[in-house]
């Protein structure tokens, strides 16, 4: 683990986005760039990050992190789905196959919790029959476990809203996926949880809840975006929850916490992030990427943006 001052002292570096010459348009995300280029997609996870639908911040190494936490992810779950990685030419570097991404996110839930709108706790919490069209058995309370993982799926929501409800029923009938395609991913999403509950198990963590994009290449189904990450999952560590019941965070809702402790909910200027708990930030995600991989984390060197752009120079196989 990186040294408190080590993390202060890279705050500086942190990583706002790369601009790429010769390598086709530049599609800024959130917490990632993208290039197109020929049937190829190079995707620059940045060290942004936002909470409550907004970019706040920059959390040092936090790309770093997230790139290659995906990429050893996909080598684990490979033989249960195919993925769009080709190659990581750099630590925050990705070269993924174009795909054609599915209108539904899958998100699988193995604990009731959350705070937003659209979270199967607030949702339960407050009597709506049949949250995304699931029975769930009464009496649950909050961060309880659920009888078993469910799938609560969503549409992307435009900036600054929340992510549509969805049934399975809504979906077939909508024609936003066709039943037989919907199924396989529902049996896939259910599969690489599994796979994350058991790593994380092992790790010392609980994998609560997470967020798969499929997608289609060459018409067969791909996972196509981070998979298991402090960003796309929430996880707690297993002695938190298990001696207070009050889960620590090893994943982004440490940030959102810290923000609502502020006062604020995602409206207005969000408050600035003090270096200190910045620092601290980075911890949990260099953190869960050590506990989940078994690996030390190693930085690459600065400036950032320049070693990029020289290694995908020097990679002639995308």
């Known amino acids: 683990m990186l040294s408190h001052q080590t993390l202060l002292q890279a705050i500086p570096t942190a990583l706002a986005g790369v601009d790429l010459s010769g390598f086709g348009p530049k599609q800024p995300g959130k917490v990632r760039d993208s290039y197109t ?53 750099d630590p925050n570097v990705t070269v993924a196959r174009e795909a054609q991404p599915l209108p539904v996110e899958v998100v699988v839930r193995g604990y009731i919790t959350g705070v937003t709108k659209t979270s199967l706790w607030v949702l339960y919490a407050a009597g709506e029959p049949r949250p995304y069209g699931l029975d769930l058995p009464a009496g649950l309370r909050k961060n309880d476990p659920l009888p078993h993982p469910l799938i609560t799926p969503t549409t992307k929501a435009a900036a600054g809203g929340h992510d549509e409800q969805l049934s399975r029923q809504e979906i077939i009938e909508r024609g936003l996926i066709a039943e037989p395609l919907w199924s396989q991913i529902e049996a896939v999403a259910l599969a690489l949880f599994a796979r994350g509950q058991h790593v994380a198990r092992q790790a010392g963590l609980i994998l609560v809840d997470t967020k798969y994009e499929f997608g289609l290449i060459d018409g067969n189904l791909a996972l196509i975006d981070e998979i298991h990450t402090p960003d796309s999952s929430r996880f707690w560590t297993r002695e938190s929850y298990e001696s207070s019941g009050e889960p620590e965070h090893f994943d982004k809702e440490y940030l959102r916490q ?12 969000p408050p600035a992030m003090p270096p200190d708990f910045v620092a601290n930030v980075a911890a949990r995600y260099i953190a869960a990427y050590e506990r989940l991989t078994g690996h030390p984390f190693e930085p690459a060197p600065q400036p950032a943006a320049e070693r990029i752009e020289r290694n995908l120079r020097s990679f002639e196989n995308f």
């Open 258 to 269: 810290w923000f609502a402790a502020q006062g604020y909910r995602g409206e207005g200027e």
């Open 37 to 89: 280029v020929a049937s190829r997609r190079i995707l620059i996870t940045t060290d942004r990050i936002s909470a409550f639908d907004r970019v706040l911040g920059l959390i040092p190494f936090k790309g770093q992190v997230l790139n290659q936490l995906s990429a050893w992810w996909f080598e684990q779950t490979q033989d249960l789905v195919t993925n769009h990685l080709l190659a990581v030419p």
